[in-house]
């Protein structure tokens, strides 16, 4: 008899579950649910992708941290480059200023293997610093709370709560 009534109990569970969770209806549920997850996996997998790159590219071209924090606004691109060594990225433009003058404007790209040295030269002259780091494990979890709070709490759950009830306000 207790075996006749868990099939019963089974077969109407799955019955349910089936009707429920595969439902057409509720697919964008799951989709609301799941695109946070797709953007911080594709965010790890681009982070891991480039702390190997950089590490990769610190082996070739070795510069320490501590040469990183040498180097002032002012400063020539010789200077620069006596201190440093090659940049292992740079390119060169041309641009025009307020008087229509042109300007040479170069772009150097450093690398310690764990944040990168971003330096922009006009004229032979350093004027534009801007030091990347990697991402941390505190960021990252100061970026999820961010997405939880925002995203979650505000968004997905009335969404949610309106794609489960919607037979509910239909009805």
């Not at 924090?69 to 740079?90: C, D, F, W």
């Not at 801007?130 to 709070?149: C, K, M, N, W, Y």
Request: hydrophobic share 40%.
């Amino acid at each position: 008899m207790i075996r006749l009534w868990c099939t019963q109990i089974l077969a109407i569970v799955r019955l349910e579950m089936k009707k429920t969770f595969f439902a057409r209806r509720g697919l964008w549920v799951y989709l609301l649910a799941f695109a946070p997850l797709v953007l911080f996996v594709s965010h790890s997998v681009a982070t891991g992708h480039r702390r190997d790159q950089l590490e990769r590219i610190a082996r070739d071209h070795p510069i320490s941290s501590e040469a990183f924090s040498n180097i002032q606004a002012g400063m020539t691109r010789e200077e620069v480059t006596q201190k440093l060594g090659r940049p292992y990225s740079h390119w060169d433009t041309r641009i025009r200023d307020r008087h229509s003058q042109q300007r040479e404007r170069s772009y150097y790209r450093y690398t310690d293997g764990r944040s990168e040295l971003h330096l922009v030269f006009e004229d032979d002259k350093l004027t534009g610093i801007h030091r990347s780091e990697l991402d941390t494990l505190p960021q990252v979890a100061r970026i999820f709370a961010g997405v939880f709070q925002s995203y979650y709490l505000r968004l997905a759950v009335f969404f949610g709560c309106v794609g489960v009830f919607v037979n509910l306000f239909r009805g």
